[in-house]
T-cell receptor, first 118, second 112 residues
Framework: DAGVIQSPRHEVTEMGQEVTLRCKPI?????LFWYRQTMMRGLELLIY????????DSGMPEDRFSAKMPNASFSTLKIQPSEPRDSAVYFC????????????????FGAGSRLTVL | AQSVSQHNHHVILSEAASLELGCNYS??????LFWYVQYPGQHLQLLLK??????LVKGIKGFEAEFIKSKFSFNLRKPSVQWSDTAEYFC??????????FGKGTMLLVSP
């Protein structure tokens, strides 16, 4: 498996522009997570989906952030409009819940999308 | 709600020194425990995990961790660190089918 695939790896944009980050989870995983990592706040869970349904979006900073998962193999995190304080590395991760002996319950991270908002 | 506490934010060691990073969690029931490592500029990778059985868990690159249920601890150890172990280490816990709760991380710097 190619693992969790994120794009773009790097994005530099200007304040006010729309940013869309993309994620393809590991095939067969039924849960997908979006995290944000900064030096100041560390690793923060933004939102997660189970079977394509958003379960908990309490970590989403504000209405400028939105996430979708239209199918089991694709998710987007959108920021509109973007602000300099959104600069961070955004990680997508996935797992499947089940019996530990089957290899389930292990969260696998993508390589991340480094966002810089000028 | 579960929480994870990592005692040290920064640790500096010389090569060949022994390492122990502390991790305590708060949850009264059965838990799954993890250590993840993030090398500079990279993503989080699984170092080792504990679900059940032998409380001494061996992971990759010579790391091990011991689950002590009475102390709610899952400390990470390595007998002799290398410069290439310089990274940030995250302890994480979940219970049942809940999401992972991560600690704030410990930055390890190994000087050659």
């Amino acid at each position: 498996d190619a693992g969790v695939i994120q794009s773009p790896r790097h994005e530099v944009t200007e304040m006010g522009q729309e940013v869309t980050l993309r994620c393809k989870p590991i095939s067969g995983h039924n849960s997908l997570f979006w995290y944000r990592q900064t030096m100041m706040r560390g690793l923060e869970l933004l939102i997660y989906f189970n079977n394509n349904v958003p379960i908990d979006d309490s970590g989403m900073p504000e209405d400028r952030f939105s996430a979708k998962m239209p199918n089991a193999s694709f998710s987007t995190l959108k920021i509109q409009p973007s602000e300099p304080r959104d600069s961070a590395v955004y990680f997508c991760a996935s797992w499947t819940l089940g019996k530990a002996s089957s290899g389930a319950n292990v969260l696998t991270f993508g390589a991340g999308s480094r966002l810089t908002v000028l | 709600a579960q929480s994870v506490s990592q005692h040290n934010h920064h640790v500096i060691l010389s090569e060949a020194a022994s390492l122990e990073l502390g991790c305590n969690y708060s949850y009264g029931g059965t838990v799954n425990l993890f250590w993840y490592v993030q090398y500079p500029g990279q993503h989080l990778q699984l170092l080792l995990k504990y679900f059940s059985g032998d409380p001494l868990v061996k992971g990759i690159k010579g790391f091990e961790a011991e689950f002590i249920k009475s102390k709610f601890s899952f400390n990470l150890r390595k007998p002799s660190v290398q410069w290439s172990d310089t990274a940030e280490y995250f302890c994480a816990v979940n219970a049942g089918y809940s999401t992972l709760t991560f600690g704030k991380g410990t930055m390890l710097l190994v000087s050659p």
